[in-house]
């Protein structure tokens, strides 16, 4: 149960190489062996999204993903979306519209939500409510999420 | 940003929210953890004969298979309201997911492997897992009659019969009675942080980190549980990640602590979704109504008997069921009432506090019961509601806390909302209901507000921000009234070491409770601020005030900050206020105490139903609330829209499912549905009415719940409006809709069967 294997990963673009049993996720690479407890565990089975993350640039439920099948890849998770300790226009976003309530579930929307945003400039309400539909938000904030996303894509254009 | 009061700035703790360093309980990592893993046996209710750890003691990193039999015995119980509930099941399992055993390993993977390797030894045992079945004079006692002595229902499922009324239902007349049962499914409060908890010896006390929503409370649980003094026992409160009244009290904490101790380790248990599932639901619910009205639409009497299906062990429940009820009759005046309501014990995960605390379960019952009423009579289903809505000040309950609101304006607001006065398109149908929740009966919060030297200010307040915003709503109190801007202002909650006692965090009182609290902490300060103004500027103290961040002196006005420079002096220092807000209870009261304040809410909906698949859509979604006054309009309307959306959850689709052994068929996300953001009203509209007409600072009420309370009778209205057919049972799930489509259009064909007959014969 215990063999482990060497992994190397780019996590939020730094190069990390860690020792992992094969049967664990990327969602307990990231944060039992890496530390970064930004993304979350609920379902671990791949329906409420709360541990999405990025991975070569798709966004995927870690808890679905064994860490040994990340090896060799890029790995963003919400941590790796500030730059130099500025929030993203996504985050401020979130922050200014009043998305984050409890906040358990916003790291995994702003990792489908910032997928979206990087496939299409521009989504409509039913496009971003279609986008998110992965992502489990039980103080239902899904209005304010969703009018956070329509700003963060009005404020790239700009 | 501006902490101006009515105004919405971002969210206190929100930075952290969005980048993911905001630190949840499972986030905490302690040297030297234990991991503990829950034992179960796969049935609803059993006899433990044996546990065999032998060959799970043989998984590499085990440290130990606990049960019963190494806890203190007898087994310390626990409750909010009966000492019923055991630290860890002695001798009999009572609910699917009942713990007998736990696996303490120094990982996860160890302790998970490990407790699939125990071996329990039971015997199946017949449960009650319904309303009927726990009320058979046959049945089985889910609770042994020890633990309730000297009570008359001790030797029943019964735990209380809760009875409130005035006037004689019986002696009333009316015009007409319409008599029907409504049922209410059990849910799950299903909050994305599934609850997690860590003990960890301190010194000669114990620390308990939870992801619980009243830190107090759990203090004197385990201070009563450990035999330790409360300085001895500091509980960590991180901001829950959802909380909606699941997370109120008790549950796990007890038999961590007493591992952690007995280890003499940190003790760290992280419950799965399928584990939270099993730890903490809505009470399901029959009620049977009976209203009489006048032929003009005049309510004459209600006579409600509520029966809510609670849990094995008591938890918060017989007071979700006498307080959910007691507003039973709603918020209309009426010569007689008869609520009955009783929290009946069976084998199933015992129920707690959740959004709405018992109300939703009569609220739907009650407002369908009108809506039939008026369409027997022939009479609009605003006008009747209109008709009989108490009007300020009016005493609708004879010797209770009066109406304390507009509640017309609310109503007629809702009503313009959703266009009730124009015909609806064609296949849609519109519903309208009104919800009211008695607020808290009793209360009592401290804080401490430290004004520092610069200006910056520190309030420390032991309520939870599980979401709800309570963080951001104090910082703007305090901060309005001591002149500083929201990023001047730290919160400081969730630890008993360090802050004041709180009684809890429920039943929307932060706002209010403690909310007026902190203001009174934030009047001493200024009193001090106005003492030290008069030295520094040699003006006579009472010709100045302070109010609201200002220094108002006789010729001119100053900041508060700029006096502390002078005031305070080389030393620095600082300004204290300690804050209190106590609401006693009332011994004579039925519920212990009058209501602080009404939360009420109508709900307007239109609807279309999918002739084919039954599928509901709501086409356009109206909540207004009287909040007396929105401290942060934002966060009010994120409260409002996030409670609509969870009540669509109970109305639409959300369910346990049950099978012949008592067991949950849907544990987890795959099987058990939760609105998601393509099941939200095509439209949302949300708005407030605000009279400043509240109890709390600058005339606020508490709010949150409110917006829950009457949407399932406003959908089912709506598709009842769209279709014919008339559904009593939650929730509306496409099957359901489906079938009474069926049914409707058998009975229609069978109708006009015997029309065609009707010339033959």
Redesign the interface.
């Known amino acids: ?2 063999d482990l294997v060497s992994i190397d990963l780019t996590v939020n673009g730094r190069p990390r190489t860690i020792e992992v ?1 094969a049967h664990h996720t990327l969602l307990d690479a990231l ?1 039992d062996d890496l ?11 791949g ?2 999204g ?1 541990c999405t993350v990025s991975l070569d640039g798709r966004i995927v439920d870690s808890c679905l993903v064994l860490a040994v099948e990340a090896d060799g890849c890029a790995v963003t ?3 790796g ?2 730059r130099e300790g500025r ?1 993203s226009p996504l ?2 976003a ?3 519209h ?1 998305a ?8 995994g929307q ?1 990792m489908a939500a910032q997928d979206l945003l990087d496939r299409t400039a521009r989504p409509t309400a039913p496009e ?3 986008g ?15 009018e956070a996303v329509l700003a963060a894509a009005g404020e790239a254009e700009r | 940003m501006s902490a101006r009061v009515g105004g ?1 700035p ?2 206190a ?12 309980v ?2 905490i ?1 302690l040297a030297d953890e234990l991991h503990a893993k829950l034992v179960t046996v796969p049935c609803a209710r059993a006899r433990i004969t044996g546990v065999d750890a032998a060959e799970a003691l043989r998984v ?1 990193g085990v440290h130990s298979v606990v049960t019963a039999a190494d806890l203190p015995s007898p087994m310390p119980r626990f409750g909010p309201q009966f000492r019923d509930r055991p630290v860890l099941a002695v001798d009999e399992a009572k609910y699917h997911g009942d713990p007998v055993a736990v696996v303490l390993a120094d990982t996860r ?1 160890a302790a998970e ?1 490990a407790a699939g390797l125990v071996r329990v030894g039971y015997e199946e045992l017949p449960a009650v897992t319904t309303i009927a079945a726990a009320l058979d004079p046959g049945a089985p006692l889910v609770q042994d009659p020890s633990i309730r002595p000297d009570d008359a229902f001790a030797h029943t499922n019964v735990v209380r019969e809760h009875r409130v009324g005035w006037g004689d239902v019986d002696a009333v007349a009316a015009d007409l009675v319409v008599d029907h049962v409504y049922t209410f499914p059990m849910v799950t ?6 609850h997690a908890y860590i003990a960890a010896p301190d010194g000669d006390g114990i620390a308990v980190w939870s992801t619980i929503q009243h830190p107090n409370w759990l203090q004197k649980v385990l201070a009563g549980v450990t035999g330790l003094p409360l300085a001895k026992v500091r509980v960590y409160a991180p ?6 009244g699941g997370k109120q009290h008790a549950k796990y904490e007890p038999l961590v602590a007493l591992l952690a101790l007995r280890a003499g380790r940190p003790v760290r248990l ?1 419950l ?2 399928e584990e939270t599932f099993q730890a903490v639901r809505r009470a399901a619910s029959e009620v049977r109504v009976r209203t009489g009205f006048r032929s003009d639409g005049t309510i004459a009497f209600q006579d409600i008997a509520a029966d809510y299906l609670i849990g094995a062990y008591v938890d918060i429940a017989d007071r979700v069921v006498s307080k959910g009820s007691y507003l039973g009759a709603g918020p209309y005046r009426m010569p007689a009432a008869r609520i009955v309501a009783r929290p009946i014990l069976s084998h199933t995960v015992p129920s707690t506090a959740f959004r709405g605390f018992g109300n939703p379960q009569v609220n739907w019952a009650v407002e369908s019961n009108l809506d039939e009423g008026a369409s027997l009579l022939g009479l609009d289903r605003l006008d009747i509601r209109l008709r009989n809505l108490a009007r300020k000040g009016e005493a609708f309950i004879p010797w209770d806390t009066p109406a304390d609101g507009d509640w017309q304006q609310t109503v007629r607001r809702a009503a313009e909302l959703i266009g009730w006065d124009t015909p609806a398109a064609p296949g849609h149908g519109r519903g309208i209901a009104i919800g009211i929740k008695s607020g808290p009966t009793t209360g009592l919060s401290y804080s401490t507000v430290r004004l520092l030297a610069d200006g910056s200010v520190v309030v420390y307040a032991g309520t939870s921000d ?4 309570a963080r951001t709503v104090l910082a703007q109190i305090a901060g309005d009234e001591l002149g500083a801007p929201m990023d001047w202002v730290t919160v400081v909650m969730g630890d008993t070491a360090v802050v004041p006692y709180d009684q809890q965090t429920s039943a929307s009182r932060s706002t209010v409770l403690m909310g007026n609290s902190v203001l009174s902490a934030c009047r001493e300060i200024q009193g001090k601020v106005r003492a030290m103004a008069a030295r520094v500027y040699g003006v006579d103290e009472a010709t100045i005030r302070v109010d609201r961040g200002v220094v108002q002196l006789p010729d001119r006005e100053v900041a508060i900050r700029d006096v502390l420079g002078p005031g305070l002096g080389r030393l620095g220092g600082e300004l204290v206020g300690n804050g209190e807000m106590r609401k006693d209870a009332e011994p004579g009261h039925p519920l212990g105490g009058a209501p602080a304040f009404f939360e009420f809410n109508c709900t307007a909906v239109e609807a279309t139903v999918d002739e084919d698949t039954g599928d509901v859509t709501l086409v356009r979604h109206v909540t207004v609330s009287d909040v007396g006054k929105a401290i942060n309009p ?2 009010v ?2 409260q409002d ?6 009540g669509l959850g109970h109305t639409l689709m959300e369910h346990y499912i049950f099978d012949d052994a008592g067991r949950i068929r849907n544990l ?3 099987d058990y549905r ?5 099941d ?1 009203p095509l439209e ?1 509209v949300s708005e407030i009415v605000e009279n400043a007409d509240g109890p709390g600072p600058y005339g606020a009420k508490g709010m949150s719940e409110g917006a829950l309370l009457c949407v399932s009778a406003a959908v089912a209205a709506a598709v009842r409006d769209a279709t014919g057919v008339v559904i009593r049972d939650l929730p509306l799930t496409p099957e359901r809709v489906w079938r009474a489509l069926r049914e409707r259009d058998r009975e229609a064909a069978v109708a006009e069967a015997v029309k065609h007959e009707e010339p033959v014969s």
């Open positions: 149960m215990n049993p944060r530390g970064l407890t930004g993304t979350k565990e609920c379902c671990l089975v329906e409420c709360a998770t919400v941590e979306l500030a929030l985050q401020q979130f922050l200014d009043g984050a309530q409890c906040g358990f579930c916003i790291p702003l971003i409510q279609e998110l539909a992965g992502n489990l938000c039980r103080c239902a904030g899904y209005e304010q999420i969703t | 919405s971002n969210r703790g929100g930075i952290g929210r969005v980048t993911g360093a905001q630190e949840y499972a986030d990592r590499p993977d492997a409060h299903f909050a994305i942080e599934p901001d829950p990640g959802g909380g909606f992280v799965t979704l599980m979401g709800q915003g934002l966060q309307r994120m829209e996030g409670a609509a959306i969870q987890g996300a795959i939760i609105p998601t953001s393509m939200l949302m």
